[in-house]
């Protein structure tokens, strides 16, 4: 009877590790996909807008000659 009694407790035990290790890695995925989604919708309002804008002019030209 005692060696039953040490094999359910150590199968206790297993299936209780199995369950703390699912719920760990079910908390990692739902906060990283819960993550992705929030920064996907919060991607515009975070976004700093472009300030910089092309000068018309974009400098002198120059002309050359091929010296041989």
Same mark, same amino acid.
């Given at each position: =009877? *005692?060696? $039953? &009694?040490? #094999?359910? &407790?150590? $199968? @206790?035990?297993? +299936?209780?590790? =199995?369950? #703390? %290790? $699912?719920k760990t890695i079910?908390?990692? %995925? %739902?906060? +990283?996909?819960? *993550?992705?989604?929030?920064?996907? *919708?919060?991607?515009? +309002?975070? /976004?700093?807008?472009? #300030? /910089? /804008?092309a000068s018309k #002019?974009?400098?002198?030209?120059v002309d050359y @000659? @091929?010296?041989?």
């Amino acid at each position: =009877m *005692l060696g $039953f &009694c040490s #094999t359910i &407790c150590i $199968f @206790e035990s297993y +299936y209780n590790d =199995m369950i #703390t %290790l $699912f719920k760990t890695i079910s908390i990692i %995925l %739902l906060v +990283y996909y819960g *993550l992705k989604i929030i920064l996907k *919708l919060a991607a515009p +309002y975070i /976004k700093v807008p472009n #300030t /910089k /804008k092309a000068s018309k #002019t974009v400098g002198q030209y120059v002309d050359y @000659e @091929e010296i041989e």
